[in-house]
């Protein structure tokens, strides 16, 4: 799991020089946090895409065994998924740049930070039980509502990282 707060710290010689201009210190971390960033959120869309091959393995089973009338449930929850996926992708990036007019501090940013560390795990224990859906023998009726119910919390969990990054909300 990719660690925002340390994504900047191994950073090349120049990079290391330039830290000591007064002014280029602050860039070079805001583009830092930049990456890290972008980094976060395509972790966290590779996770749930690794989990959807769970899932859509799953709704081929119901398939082959001819329980048609059970793949809505898994439908149901492909779309949100889908959803979720599309918020994360078209997010816009964490903090405002060094030129940019507005500006977030950084006391936010760490909130943010550590707001996204959790959402981190969250939706690596989805990915991952959806990834066991294909060994459960088990009805998409008892499986996916439990599963639909961590999707809820991330996505209450990606709302509240929006409203931080607006400045609605604490952490």
């Known amino acids: 799991m990719p660690d925002p707060q340390q994504h900047g710290e191994h950073r ?9 201009i007064p002014g280029f ?4 971390e805001k583009e830092y946090r930049r990456e890290s960033d ?3 959120r395509t972790w966290l869309v590779d996770q749930v895409q690794r989990g959807k091959r769970g899932l859509d393995d ?3 089973t119901l398939t082959d065994a001819g329980r048609f009338d059970e793949l809505t449930l898994c439908e149901r929850f492909r779309t949100r998924l889908d959803t979720l996926l599309n918020r994360i992708r078209a997010a816009v990036q964490g903090y405002s740049g060094f030129f940019d007019f507005v500006r977030v501090d950084e006391e936010l940013l760490s909130q943010v930070y550590d707001h996204d560390v959790s959402l981190m795990e969250e939706v ?3 990915a991952e039980g959806m990834e066991r859906l294909g060994a459960k023998p088990d009805i998409p009726a008892e499986i996916i509502p439990q599963l639909s119910q961590q999707l809820d919390a991330i996505v209450d969990k990606w709302d509240h990282r929006e409203d931080l990054l607006k400045g609605l909300g604490d952490a």
Not at 12 to 20: A, G, M
Not at 25 to 28: A, D, P, Q, T
Request: hydrophobic share 40%; charged share 20%.
């Open 38 to 40: 972008q980094l976060a």
């Open 12 to 20: 090349n010689l120049v990079e290391s020089v330039l830290r000591y």
């Open 124 to 126: 690596k224990s989805l």
């Open 58 to 60: 799953f709704t081929r």
């Open 25 to 28: 210190h602050g860039y070079l």
